[in-house]
Structure formats: structure tokens, C-alpha cells
């Protein structure tokens, strides 16, 4: 009779371990599971591995589930973890990041679209990236093996050119073409949130149209050169001809500059900066 006690003390006792273990996706009782929340200042996205943001008229909104970040996490000590992240779907532990037992802070960082980074730096070529607008977040100081959330505003990193067109004559110009040439990549530091173009090369960007829209890396206003082209007349200059109350376009700003295309000249209207940023007008003649 002992015997067979025993033997159904260990059989009771095997089947209440099984229980405990669960499935390869419950994480263990003392485990934390880190809780993310993204948002989009002045942008609205629904994006995946398929999917490009679709912006609200104001540039505000939320991701969708689904959409893909590369998220970077630095400890206090110098500890890095990067990883691909999909809204809504990943679920992320503590024990996901690499730590040393003095960490207490870590630092979350985020881009969208993902990105291949080497300790929180990347290239973005906005030449030949499918998605132009690059968006940054950062959530700093974080507690260590805590349950809080991480909040992550995304904000755009680029600036927006917006180039208006008028006439008051039988000039075209829902046929006119405007080339931009202007730097094209930038040195992105997730750490601190910069972006560096000093050492990027110059593209040429082309649109047709009385509206003419290019995402442009942030840079001096002297490094962007316009050509319009309308019927038979041309006319290439320094935007710093026009812009001359500013001396950078500024991430996450757009500067939108209104033209009159007039027999014999085109006339600079007036520009100004909005919704990302307020940065002035300025007012002016091109003559072709």
C-alpha cells in the first residue's frame, strides 16, 4: 500500500509541474513584460511591411497594429539592445534587454520605418528609401524591470518643401516642372536624437504640377537649388535667394513658398513655415 502511495504522490506531482510550465509564449510568473504606447505628433501612420503611413491633413495620428519600428534600448551602463517591433503585436520582456545588476534607467529609442542600426546610428538615403518620411521617439530614464508605461512620440525628422504655383495668365502651369537639388542622406543618432547631413552628397528631386512637395533632408538653406521650368521659360536659383530671414530648414518643419508665374518672370509671393514649425515669409522677383 505504501508503494503504490508513492507512486501516485509523484504522478500528482509531475502532472501539477506540467501545468505550471504552460506554452513557449507564457513568459514566467517574475518576468515583466515591458509595455509600449506609440503616438505621431503632427503625423498620422498606418504602416506595416506592406503599408506606407497615411497622414492626416495636419501630420497627427497613430500607428496602426501591425506597424513595424526598430526600437533601441540603452542602459545607464552602456548596455544596447536593438530589435524590430510591430505595433500592437510584439510582446517585449525585461528579460529581452540586456542589462548589467547595477542598471537601474534605460533609455528607449524608435524609428519608423526600421532601420539597420550599428549602436543606434544609421544612414537614411532619403533618395532611395520607398518611405521619405523618417520619424524619430525617445523615452528616457525608464525603471529597470518596472511595469510602467513607455510612451513613444514619434515626431518627423525631415523637412517638407512645399512649392505653390499662380498665374494670372495663359501660362500652364499644371504642366510646369520644378527640379529641387539638394543633400539626400544624413547620419542618424538614435542616442541623441541628431541628425547629421554635412557629409551627404546632393540629388535631384522632380515634380510636376502647380503644387510641387519634396521630403528633404534638414540642411542649409544655401544647399537647395530650384529650377522651374513652364512653356519656354526657365529659371534656376538659390532658395536662399528667396529665404534670406532663415539660415536652415529644420527637421519636422515645412517651409511652403508661393509663386507667381507671370509672361517674362516669376514672382516669389511669399513663404512661410507652418504646422511643423513657424519659421517667417519672405517676399521677392525671380526674373527669368
Not at 506554452?23 to 506606407?52: F, L
Not at 500592437?88 to 525585461?94: F, P
Amino acid at each position: 500500500m505504501k508503494r503504490a502511495y508513492f507512486i501516485l504522490a509523484a504522478a500528482a506531482l509531475v502532472g501539477a509541474g506540467a501545468c505550471q510550465k504552460g506554452t513557449d509564449d507564457t513568459p514566467p510568473a517574475t518576468d515583466k513584460r515591458i509595455e509600449i504606447n506609440t503616438s505621431i505628433a503632427n503625423h498620422s501612420g498606418a504602416s506595416g511591411t506592406t503599408r506606407t503611413p497615411q497622414l492626416n491633413g495636419n501630420g497627427s495620428g497613430n500607428f496602426a497594429d501591425g506597424d513595424r519600428i526598430t526600437l533601441f534600448v540603452r542602459s545607464e551602463s552602456g548596455q544596447t539592445t536593438a530589435t524590430d517591433y510591430a505595433v500592437g503585436v510584439s510582446k517585449l520582456y525585461w528579460k529581452n534587454i540586456r542589462l548589467n545588476p547595477e542598471d537601474t534607467k534605460a533609455d528607449f529609442s524608435a524609428c519608423y520605418p526600421e532601420q539597420e542600426v550599428a549602436d543606434g546610428k544609421f544612414t537614411f538615403n532619403i533618395e532611395t528609401s520607398p518611405d521619405k518620411d523618417l520619424l524619430l521617439a525617445q523615452s528616457r530614464n525608464i525603471t529597470v524591470e518596472s511595469e510602467e508605461q513607455v510612451d513613444l512620440l514619434f515626431t518627423h525628422a525631415m523637412h517638407r518643401l512645399v512649392i505653390n504655383y499662380s498665374t494670372q495668365s495663359d501660362i500652364k502651369i499644371d504642366e510646369i516642372t520644378t527640379v529641387c537639388t539638394a543633400k539626400s542622406t544624413c547620419e542618424v543618432d538614435l542616442n541623441t536624437q541628431t541628425l547629421d547631413s554635412s557629409a551627404s552628397g546632393k540629388a535631384d528631386f522632380s515634380a510636376s504640377g502647380r503644387s510641387a512637395q519634396f521630403m528633404i533632408v534638414p540642411q542649409k538653406v544655401s544647399d537647395i537649388e530650384v529650377l522651374v521650368t513652364v512653356d519656354q521659360m526657365s529659371k534656376k536659383f538659390a532658395l536662399s535667394e528667396l529665404v534670406t530671414d532663415h539660415d536652415d530648414l529644420e527637421r519636422g518643419k515645412q517651409l511652403t513658398v508661393n509663386i507667381k508665374v507671370r509672361d517674362g518672370k516669376i514672382v516669389l509671393e511669399g513663404s512661410s513655415i507652418v504646422q511643423w514649425g513657424d519659421q517667417g515669409t519672405v517676399e521677392g522677383d525671380i526674373i527669368l
